[in-house]
Each structure stands twice: as C-alpha cells, then as structure tokens.
C-alpha cells in the first residue's frame, strides 16, 4: 500500500556531504511526522532528525549544526542535507512516515528499506 524509497547514500570522505531523499508512494491521506534514524553496526537504531507537518524540527545532538531535515508535502519526500560529515555518521539511513491512508483510519509508521552511508577518515 504504501512504500517509502530512500536515495542519495555513498561513500564520502571526512568533511564531504550527502544529501539523502525520501520519497512516498501509495494511497497517502495524510503524512504527519517524518524523520530519519540510522544504525551503525553493533549499535541500535537512534533517531537522527525529524519533522512534523507544520515544520518543527528535531536534530540528535551530534548532528544538530550539520545536517538539515526538509520536506516536501506536495511530493511526499523528505531529505536529508548531511554536511561536515564524519566517520562516526557511518550507518545505515532508514526514513521513517507516519501515515494515515484513509480520514477515519489510524495512523502507522511506514519505513524505507535503509541507504548506506560510508564516511571515510
């Protein structure tokens, strides 16, 4: 039904920037909060940035002055601007929507299948 598409992750050296994209696609009533979480190998998965519907935004502390979350309602996507990045930014980027799909339905959260993200020292 619904389907989230995550594009834009490589391998960057130390200082370089990425900048990831989301898209949605399916039967969309309405998509609240978005965000990004990534997980790093043997770490669990933590939330990198978020934004709701009307623009408030949330960073981790460790990226908040590096990276930029954005959204564009009219093209259900998302982004994820990266810059200044480190080697400590390597994990695997998951965008995450919680979606209603019909007015009287409740909301889910909906997950991209991952974009690789490699920062070199």
């Known amino acids: 039904q619904v389907q989230l598409v995550e594009s834009g992750g490589g391998l960057v050296q130390a200082g370089g920037s990425l900048r990831l994209s989301c898209a949605a696609s399916?039967?969309?009533?309405?998509?609240?909060?978005v965000g990004w979480y990534r997980q790093a190998p043997g770490k669990q998965r933590e939330l990198v940035a978020a934004i709701s519907s009307d623009g408030r935004t949330n960073y981790a502390d460790s990226v908040k002055g590096r990276f930029t979350i954005s959204r564009d309602n009219a093209k259900n996507t998302m982004y994820l601007q990266m810059n200044s990045l480190k080697p400590e930014d390597t994990a695997v980027y998951y965008c995450?929507?919680?979606?209603?799909?019909?007015?009287?339905?409740?909301?889910?959260?909906?997950w991209g299948q991952g974009t690789q993200v490699t920062v070199s020292s």
């Open positions: 399916g039967i969309i009533f309405s998509m609240n909060v």
């Open positions: 995450n929507a919680r979606i209603r799909i019909t007015f009287t339905a409740r909301d889910y959260d909906y």
